[in-house]
């Protein structure tokens, strides 16, 4: 298949080159040259343009920083210059509002489009073992699973337009509540005398077992491999996080729920963002403990 990728970076450059590891045809863009030249070296090729880049594709991905730049990328250079019939996939995290315009709009001009969010971070990416949240019919869905089972391990068809970003913030609101709840308890366990790999031992087994804990331990040398063993690089960065945090509190307050621990932890995690933390793993907020 012919697939225009749109937004080479740390997740969609290794998205893009599993999409050729599966065999399909690659026309890549995005605005750093560096990008375009290991896109290139993983077997893509460059495009000059959003609009060269979907001139005769299948499909179209993208993966960009947020909605704005989403909506101005499709409405401005991927509806009109794709060909009518192009399936239309972004992978991004943006607000649910937004996805469901675009998605309105590809609608109107004879497209069909999901919004697939993604959960695993950079190196679930390059390993193509990412889960996918996609909103959009049950069509665009069946047209989209294949292409998206290149790059994942799991996809999962979430309802409606707009519906994997719903999903995706608010697993990731539960995510960011978990972690800090989980850097506490292990602070304070060792505060109390109790040693970090007794308190897993215990815990990874009872009640207080959460997946912060038992799959990405805060704690360097506790548990499986984690960013905090290695100086809480890598992984999924704190401003990351803080920006899906700020899009699940605009969404709930949209819906009119309100989202007091999320609001707790968005409080906390911009202080350690603004600390100078930003791009660690927002794992690392325990060192703030």
């Known amino acids: 298949m012919k697939i225009a990728f749109i937004g080479l970076g740390n997740m969609g450059g290794g998205m893009a080159a599993n999409l050729v590891r599966a065999g399909h045809t690659v ?7 560096d990008a375009l030249a290991r ?6 090729t460059r495009a000059t343009s959003i609009a060269a880049a979907v001139a005769d594709a299948e499909a179209v991905v993208s993966m960009l920083p947020n909605g704005q730049i989403v909506l101005s990328a499709y409405t401005g250079e991927v509806i009109g210059h794709a060909p009518r019939g192009a399936l239309f996939l972004d992978c991004s995290t943006i607000d649910v509002a937004t996805a469901r315009e675009a998605a309105e709009k590809a ?15 950079i190196a679930a990416a390059a390993a193509g073992t990412l ?20 790059m994942g391990k799991a996809v999962i068809h979430a309802g409606d337009a707009g519906n994997g970003q719903a999903a995706k913030i608010c697993n990731n609101m539960l995510l960011a509540i978990h972690m800090i709840g989980t850097c506490e308890a292990f602070r304070t366990a060792e ?36 960013p905090a063993d290695n100086g809480y690089e890598g992984g999924f960065a704190t401003e990351l996080m803080l920006k899906d945090l700020r899009l699940a509190m605009e969404a709930a307050d949209s819906a009119g ?6 609001q707790r932890a968005a409080a906390l995690y911009e202080d350690f963002a603004n600390a100078g933390n930003g791009r660690r793993d927002f794992s690392a907020i325990i060192t703030s403990l």
Not at 39 to 44: F, P, V
Not at 257 to 262: D, E, I, K
Request: charged content about 15%; proline content about 8%; aromatic content about 8%.
């Open 257 to 262: 729920v309100t989202v007091p621990l999320a």
């Open 131 to 150: 889960t996918f949240m996609v909103g959009g019919s049950a069509e665009a869905f069946a047209r989209a699973e294949p292409i998206l089972q290149a």
């Open 27 to 33: 026309r890549a863009f995005d605005l750093s040259e």
């Open 191 to 226: 505060k109390l005398g109790l040693d970090p790999r007794t308190f897993y031992d215990i815990s990874s087994v009872s009640s207080g077992q959460n997946w912060s804990m038992t799959s990405y331990c805060p704690v360097p040398g506790v548990g499986p491999q984690s």
């Open 107 to 121: 609608r109107e001009a004879g497209y069909e489009m999901v919004d697939a969010p993604v959960s695993g971070g």
């Open 39 to 44: 896109a290139e070296q993983n077997g893509c």
